[in-house]
């Protein structure tokens, strides 16, 4: 018998990341909080709509696109419980975020600047991000959401996937751009991983799942082989390819509906082709 357990998928603007909202009657699950404080405060006022506490914001990688809006949610949620499923995405959350205040990246997001000597009213990462408890986020009424870690580095070093039995569905996250040109500026072993744990997926999930990704619309188990197919074009495009702007124009060309092209694309593109 199925849990009672629903599902809003919250669709972000900036980098067409979403976030995730599990809900029963008597308590909300977030998972993961968007790139900027602007659209973080309107999705809190959808999770306050629902008028059950917030118990868990779940953050499934430290990539900031999907843990920006921390901040806010504490502030709008205090009892709100931040985990991580293992304590290097901890580390990855800490450690981008000293960067980014480092460059500079973090004056149009103050409250994300880390709690330092310097800057004693910052986010105090360390304090406010705990380590999930058994793998498995936990609704009041005893829905499981199971959370997976155990992969090799690919669009990031540490990445964890979702699994919900009740409403059969798989989420990928980031291993998966549906429609939306995925971030590659990384180390080609890490995308030769990200194609075979694509692979993998594609062979052993159950074939009538959901898949959600961390970036654009909801597909089924055939996102993944249009994912590999994606990387494997990028691949060939990148590497004949005798301009940044000639892979430019020929991956849009591949890929014209696509969103994100001047800023996911550009930062693959330029990784990987000389000026």
Not at 109 to 120: F, G, H, I, V, Y
Not at 181 to 194: E, G
Request: contains cysteine; hydrophobic residues 40%; charged residues 20%.
């Amino acid at each position: 018998m199925a849990n009672n357990i629903n599902l809003q998928v919250y669709h972000g603007v900036e980098a067409t990341v979403n976030a995730y909202i599990f809900s029963d009657n008597e308590s909300v699950i977030l998972v993961d909080c968007l790139r900027n404080s602007d659209e973080a405060s309107k999705l809190a006022a959808q999770i306050k709509s629902l008028n059950k506490p917030l118990t868990h914001l779940f953050i499934t990688h430290g990539h900031p696109d999907h843990y920006t809006g921390m901040h806010v949610m504490k502030q709008e949620f205090p009892d709100v419980q931040i985990v991580v499923n293992t304590p290097e995405i901890k580390e990855d959350i800490i450690n981008f975020s000293t960067w980014m205040e480092s460059v500079g990246w973090l004056e149009k997001e103050p409250a994300l600047k880390p709690k330092t000597d310097a800057n004693p009213n910052g986010f105090d990462y360390q304090a406010n991000i705990d380590i999930l408890k058994r793998g498995k986020l936990v609704l009041a009424e005893g829905a499981e959401i199971e959370a997976f870690s155990n992969y090799e580095a690919a669009e990031c070093e540490h990445l964890t996937t979702l699994y919900s039995k009740d409403l059969k569905a798989f989420f990928a996250n980031d291993f998966v751009y549906n429609g939306v040109h995925p971030w590659l500026a990384i180390d080609t072993q890490n995308i030769q991983n990200w194609k075979q744990q694509l692979e993998e997926f594609a062979h052993v999930l159950e074939q009538d799942l959901t898949i959600y990704g961390g970036h654009g619309k909801p597909g089924d188990i055939s996102v993944f082989n249009t994912q590999l197919k994606y990387i494997n074009d990028f691949e060939a495009v990148v590497a004949e390819a005798k301009s940044r702007e000639e892979a430019m124009q020929k991956m849009q060309e591949l890929y014209p509906d696509y969103t994100q092209a001047d800023f996911l694309l550009v930062y693959s593109v330029n990784a990987f082709v000389a000026e």
